[in-house]
């Protein structure tokens, strides 16, 4: 009965990635009559897909998923969506699958690159259709971590990866419907908003919907990526700042100050953290760029404030190219990449909440040491974590270690160096996908061996649903129909 749910969910996510498809459409039928056939056709197979899942499913629609359906549900929303998004980038015949995969999947996980050069053509219906998923890749991710996960229980959060936004964010929502209405609505409200706000800096229309939907998304990905540094203009960058913050911070939060209570925000750990450290990066970065004769010290604080938020967003944009800055500030870059947002927000990363979790777990032993009888409890927000979310933090952290360790050894085999393949599997794993090389120059992704899309297809599925959700779909005991999940 559980698959038949899971089923159902998944025929709604095609039937929303149908939706998302027909601009494309549009855009290939008065432009591109070459491109028609391939939108057409996906989403001919969307809809059939969708229409058949909610016809046989009907009985299902108010049943709760257990833990393993979420897993399920989790994987195969991400896996579906990444392989029907691919179909028209195979179908244009300028794409292999493996590329077509990867091309899909950045968009989809708001990674952000593309394996197609900069000026390079591009037709304009896939290319809005890049566009348009990455943004649909952005509210996919909040509903799943904000909606889907809660309705599993404690039980569930702590299994998968032990997000304990749930204590900070207070993460009750109202009903699934509802709740997905509303964050949609903040979401697409948030775009407009900002949209606006470009088309008064006198931005090109067509240009200030993609900025608008880069940033809230936190996906970044602009076709031209030097259009920020020959635009040179420092309020642009301070609106795009700010919207990447916005993206970047726990959805649920703003959804509490629509309800008046604004306490919530100001009274959250994790987003006092997350400003404090995006505060401490942009003054080292600002302090060594000035140091190393870069740029003036103006200067200096202003590149330096704005990349670092983009890259600790996830966004990935680009003012300058960082790639030649100094090693210490490079590295504080890669720092940022791997801590990445808020939980319940558009971004990769390890998240905020575990880090913030590790460290006063560390700094309580070190107390423990100096005063054995101490008595102390790990907080958030004001509220005791959960000894088993706490447990799960550290097991978060191993095994990112060990699936960063093993995703680097493969991507080297790709013929990249050390430094880069590291780089690589972090921005990847984060969803960050800089403009840019953090450890060293920029690397392009065009000519890469189908083995090497492969590779970071995987790693950025992995990097959005979850190391232990994707962990565990390895186990043979996950796939045994057992009592207890």
């Keep these: 009965m559980e698959e038949k749910l899971v089923l159902r969910m998944t025929g709604l996510v095609s039937l929303g990635m149908v939706a998302a498809m027909l601009p494309s459409l549009a855009c290939a039928l008065n432009q591109e009559p070459e491109m028609v056939l391939p939108f057409l056709g996906t989403i001919l197979i969307g809809f059939g897909f969708g229409a058949y899942a909610l016809r046989t499913t009907v009985s299902q629609r108010k049943m709760r998923l257990s833990i393993r359906g979420g897993a399920v549900f989790l994987g195969l929303s991400w896996l579906y969506t990444s392989l029907l998004g691919a179909v028209p980038y195979i179908a244009s015949g300028?794409?292999?699958?493996?590329?077509?995969?990867?091309?899909?999947?950045?968009?989809?996980?708001?990674?952000?690159?593309?394996?197609?050069?900069?000026?390079?053509?591009?037709?304009?219906?896939?290319?809005?259709?890049?566009?348009?998923?990455?943004?649909?890749?952005?509210?996919?991710?909040?509903?799943?971590?904000?909606?889907?996960?809660?309705?599993?229980?404690?039980?569930?959060?702590?299994?998968?990866?032990?997000?304990?936004q749930g204590n900070s964010a207070e993460r009750t929502m109202p009903h699934i419907r509802a709740a997905v209405r509303v964050l949609f609505f903040l979401y697409l409200g948030l775009t407009l908003l900002m949209t606006v706000v470009l088309l008064i800096l006198k931005q090109p229309l067509e240009m200030a919907v993609k900025l608008a939907a880069t940033s809230i998304s936190t996906s970044g990905y602009l076709h031209y990526r030097t259009y920020l540094t020959e635009c040179n203009d420092p309020l642009l960058e301070l609106v795009l700042v700010l919207f990447m913050i916005i993206g970047s911070c726990n959805f649920i939060l703003y959804y509490r100050i629509l309800q008046k209570r604004v306490d919530v925000f100001w009274k959250d750990t994790e987003r006092r953290w997350y400003f404090g450290i995006i505060a401490g990066l942009t003054l080292l970065v600002t302090y060594n760029l000035w140091r190393s004769h870069f740029y003036d010290f103006f200067q200096s604080f202003r590149y330096a404030f704005f990349q670092v938020v983009s890259i600790m967003s996830t966004a990935g944009l680009a003012t300058q190219d960082f790639s030649h800055w100094p090693a210490f500030s490079r590295l504080l870059l890669f720092y940022a990449a791997i801590i990445g947002g808020c939980s319940a927000s558009t971004s990769g990363g390890v998240k905020v909440s575990r880090v913030v979790v590790l460290l006063k777990v560390c700094w309580q032993?070190?107390?423990?040491?100096?005063?054995?009888?101490?008595?102390?409890?790990?907080?958030?927000?004001?509220?005791?974590?959960?000894?088993?979310?706490?447990?799960?933090?550290?097991?978060?952290?191993?095994?990112?270690?060990?699936?960063?360790?093993?995703?680097?050894?493969?991507?080297?085999?790709?013929?990249?160096?050390?430094?880069?393949?590291?780089?690589?599997?972090?921005?990847?794993?984060?969803?960050?996908?800089?403009?840019?090389?953090?450890?060293?120059?920029?690397?392009?992704?065009?000519?890469?061996?189908?083995?090497?899309?492969?590779?970071?297809?995987?790693?950025?599925?992995?990097?959005?649903?979850?190391?232990?959700?994707f962990v565990m779909f390895l186990h043979p005991d996950f796939w045994a129909k057992k009592r207890g999940w």
């Design 94 to 164: 300028d794409f292999s699958v493996p590329k077509a995969l990867f091309e899909s999947a950045s968009a989809l996980t708001t990674t952000g690159v593309s394996s197609v050069l900069e000026g390079a053509p591009y037709p304009s219906s896939l290319l809005l259709w890049h566009d348009v998923s990455q943004w649909l890749g952005g509210i996919g991710a909040i509903v799943i971590f904000a909606v889907i996960m809660p309705q599993l229980g404690s039980s569930a959060a702590n299994l998968f990866s032990a997000e304990v």
């Design 365 to 469: 032993e070190i107390k423990r040491t100096l005063h054995p009888r101490m008595v102390s409890v790990i907080t958030m927000s004001g509220r005791p974590v959960p000894a088993q979310a706490i447990i799960g933090v550290g097991r978060y952290f191993f095994l990112y270690f060990i699936v960063f360790i093993a995703l680097s050894m493969l991507y080297s085999l790709t013929g990249s160096d050390m430094l880069e393949s590291m780089a690589t599997v972090v921005v990847f794993l984060s969803n960050v996908g800089s403009a840019y090389g953090i450890m060293g120059e920029g690397t392009t992704f065009e000519a890469l061996s189908s083995f090497g899309y492969l590779i970071l297809y995987v790693t950025m599925i992995m990097g959005r649903i979850e190391l232990f959700a």
